[in-house]
């Protein structure tokens, strides 16, 4: 019987059907993976449906697995990564979540040790920190702030040790210690091999990826982001006389309130802030476009590119030609 040991497969559906195919096992053979099954890659549900219903299958939590149980339970937030899978999985995206809940963090077998990320010198395997286990961000942490050398190099255990996690060769082909540390993380889904171990007899086999499908995820699932530029509105020679009018109109009234105000005990002497903050009172303009149209009159600012700059859509102008009127009559 053997059992064939698969790298990270990251939701590349078709690259672990080839992989099985090449490997041409046979009935009661087994299939491990060392987990990070799902994110990244196009086919998460197909890959998470297989290791569900095969029964000679079984497959380990990684940090991608334990990122969906945690965020689940609201200690964490999902990454893009995740996010995505949450859309491709859709209403069966809990159920899928509760089963990882259930993968183990590791495996023992008669001719190696199986994890997703790393393990500590000197400590039982069923001591072992989950984080150190499974590869997060916080087991890498422990693993910088206790020891001088990577954990490769530490590792002192009896059997051989399987990983998964990281390409530690950065190349397409997977990595060996001292015949004590084999890593088979050969980045499937960035477009390298997936990458398989044949046990006992220890033998790789590997297929090719269709190609860098990380990223073509990526760009399918990219939310389009609204455009930066603001509409760019024409004005007719209509236009322009309408704003001429209404700009007559607010430079009339700003007159008419300036004359009211001043002839107000005790307005020359405020300061220009305090005047300010009176003439908005007695306009009684709000916030809108009219205040601020308002406002540059009082200054004298208010001229037809002023104007266009304030309204930008030459519809406001036609919009408040007949309202100000009225506006003016009934508050100053």
């Not at 603001?230 to 300036?258: C, G, M, Y």
Request: glycine share 8%; proline share 5%.
């Amino acid at each position: 019987m053997q059992t064939l040991v698969i790298g990270d497969i990251h939701g590349c559906h078709i690259e672990l059907q080839a992989l099985l195919e090449k490997a041409g096992l046979n009935d009661g053979d087994s299939i491990l993976a060392v987990g990070d099954i799902v994110d990244r890659g196009p086919e998460t549900p197909g890959v998470l449906d297989f290791f569900q219903k095969a029964l000679n299958s079984r497959t380990l939590m990684g940090n991608h697995e334990r990122k969906h149980v945690r965020a689940a339970r609201h200690e964490v937030k999902l990454s893009i990564s995740q996010q995505i899978s949450r859309q491709q999985l859709g209403e069966a995206y809990a159920d899928a979540v509760a089963w990882m809940d259930t993968l183990p963090l590791f495996i023992e077998l008669d001719e190696a040790v199986i994890v997703h990320g790393y393990l500590e010198p000197g400590i039982p395997l069923t001591q072992q920190n989950p984080s150190v286990v499974c590869g997060t961000m916080g087991g890498d942490k422990i693993l910088r702030e206790r020891y001088d050398r990577p954990w490769y190099e530490l590792y002192n255990g009896d059997k051989p040790v399987i990983v998964g996690h990281n390409n530690y060769t950065g190349t397409d082909q997977p990595f060996i210690y001292n015949d004590k540390v084999f890593g088979l993380d050969t980045d499937c889904v960035h477009g390298k091999p997936l990458t398989g171990l044949l046990l006992p007899a220890f033998r790789f086999v590997s297929v090719p990826s269709r190609g860098n499908l990380w990223a073509q995820v990526r760009r399918t699932y990219q939310r389009p982001r609204a455009s930066s530029q603001r509409p760019v509105f024409s004005w007719s020679e209509q236009d322009d006389l309408a704003l001429t009018r209404l700009i007559e109109k607010v430079r009339q009234t700003n007159h008419d309130l300036l004359a009211r105000l001043q002839s107000t005990t005790g307005f020359s002497e405020l300061t220009p802030r305090a005047q300010g903050k009176l003439y908005a009172a007695r306009a009684e303009t709000g916030k809108g476009k009219l205040a601020n149209l308002m406002q540059l009159a009082r200054l004298g600012k208010l001229d037809l590119e002023m104007g266009r700059k304030i309204l930008k859509d030459p519809k406001e102008v036609h919009g408040l030609l007949p309202a100000i009127d009225d506006e003016i009559r009934n508050n100053i």
